[in-house]
């Protein structure tokens, strides 16, 4: 049995450590630990098109009526959402390449862009748990980068992947998917972009 507090908790990770919040933190500081002040301004412009424009879509739609939560949770309305973050993130890869951003910047979007690939192919069948692949993707990238003392951060995972079960988001079965599917596709895009 789910205690209201346990409930309440888990309301609080699964927002306080929603794919956008956690894009807004790590490319920021991925570019200020290895690029500095550039860093952080290329960080801050993937920004943008990686959490600032899909979280203004995923509000617009919530007005319209088009869904129901800013997580989206039915899965067949992720089939329009996934599309427009892909395109949004595909726009920013464009620029920062044809502007010379720096080389893990870059990865870091091919990363993003990697995962949503595979999150948008399972979404068709199943609701697979775009916050456990993001948070896990994000981690494995910042290992590659920065070293592996990152990969102590998978815990968050777990607990990122509780409050999506304890809430009724997804299965266990959905958050461990998710995690994997992050971790694999934007590890390997980061490290063969780099």
Avoid at 12 to 23: L, M, Q, S, W
Avoid at 112 to 135: C, D, F, Q
Wanted: glycine residues 10%.
């Amino acid at each position: 049995m789910i205690t209201a507090p346990a409930t309440a908790w888990a309301r609080r990770v699964t927002d306080g450590v929603e794919p956008k919040n956690v894009i807004i933190a790590v490319l920021p500081v991925l570019g200020a630990l290895r690029y500095g002040f550039a860093g952080v301004g290329w960080g801050l412009f993937a920004v943008v098109f990686a959490a600032v424009l899909p979280t203004w879509f995923i509000r617009r739609g919530m007005r319209q009526g088009r869904w129901e939560d800013r997580h989206v949770g039915q899965r067949r309305r992720r089939l329009v959402v996934i599309p427009f973050i892909m395109l949004s993130v595909l726009t920013s890869l464009g620029v920062m390449l044809l502007a010379g951003a720096p080389a893990d910047m870059t990865a870091m979007v091919v990363a993003m862009l990697a995962s949503l690939v595979p999150i948008m192919v399972i979404t068709v069948w199943w609701k697979v748990s775009v916050h456990t692949a993001v948070a896990s993707g994000a981690i494995a990238c910042l290992a590659i980068a920065l070293g592996p003392w990152w990969l102590l951060g998978y815990p968050l995972v777990a607990v990122i992947a509780w409050s999506r079960v304890v809430l009724r988001d997804h299965t266990r079965a959905q958050t461990v998917v998710g995690a994997l599917v992050g971790a694999g596709s934007a590890g390997l895009a980061f490290w063969l972009s780099r």
